[in-house]
């Protein structure tokens, strides 16, 4: 099998972990990430096809998940966003993820510039979407609709806040790290 193809069936092993999971009332994530231990385990060090993958198709199902959260959380959610979901938006962006970033970095003498960059870009992802959707799924919560919209709120300002300013933050940063 070509590197390719070993790229695909490594996430049809997935897909298909998730599958049997919820085929059986199991938790499908945890299994997905369980069959990537054991796949990992078997494998051990020859994963240079997953990293030639991930750089790649990876990037695209990422792009296309974005996409797909954008088209049904933005309808649902955009209705009902107020002045309390954008200041917690806007809290999670920055004092939620970068104080623990900066606490994590004590003592490692990183710069104060890097901390707050590393606190500003990092971590992020399809986490929150992932998380919502599990609450929304295992525990239906009363208020299902105004955790939607908190979570639609701090993705859509992530996704824009981001996207502007990782370019001139990059720029403005990297001179500083030679």
């Not at 939607?148 to 370019?167: F, N, R």
Request: aromatic share 8%.
């Amino acid at each position: 099998m070509g590197d390719s193809g070993e790229g695909i069936a490594s996430l049809a092993l997935a897909l298909a972990a998730y599958t049997l999971a919820e085929t059986l009332h199991g938790n499908g994530f945890v299994a997905a990430f369980t069959g990537g231990l054991a796949f990992g385990a078997v494998l051990k060090h020859r994963c240079e096809f997953l990293l030639k993958f991930q750089e790649v198709e990876a990037q695209i199902l990422v792009l296309m998940a974005f996409m797909v959260v954008g088209l049904v959380l933005i309808p649902v959610g955009s209705p009902t966003v107020n002045a309390g979901c954008v200041i917690f938006a806007v809290l999670s962006l920055t004092v939620q993820c970068m104080l623990p970033i900066s606490l994590s970095l004590l003592g490692s003498g990183v710069n104060v510039s890097t901390k707050l960059f590393f606190g500003w870009f990092g971590p992020r992802g399809l986490a929150s979407v992932l998380f919502l959707l599990l609450v929304l799924e295992e525990f239906d919560p009363g208020g299902g609709q105004r955790i939607l919209t908190v979570v639609m709120t701090t993705v859509v300002l992530s996704v824009v806040l981001h996207g502007i300013s990782a370019a001139p933050l990059a720029r403005w940063l990297g001179p500083k790290l030679k």
